[in-house]
């Protein structure tokens, strides 16, 4: 297994490796989130869409932009 190296000159761990990872999906996940909510989902609607990462993000967007209702929306989606 090849270590990681830091910008200062040691490696990461396992563990530190694991945290920014998580780091790096809440961040995509919040943008996801943002994006819908801009689109028009209700913040509920926007959170489960935003944590399924199978459901494509412009798709969701272009059913709003294209007339459906949120909740047709979901259902296509999920």
Known sequence: ?????????GVMSAAELELLYVSE?????????EALERAGYDP??????AASHDVDLH???DLLRRGCSVDLALQILL
Do not use: C, N, Y
């Open 59 to 61: 798709e969701a967007v």
């Open 25 to 33: 999906i809440d961040r995509i996940e919040q943008w996801r989130h």
């Open 44 to 49: 509920e609607s926007a959170f489960v869409l």
């Open 1 to 9: 297994m090849t270590a990681i190296p830091t910008a200062k000159g």
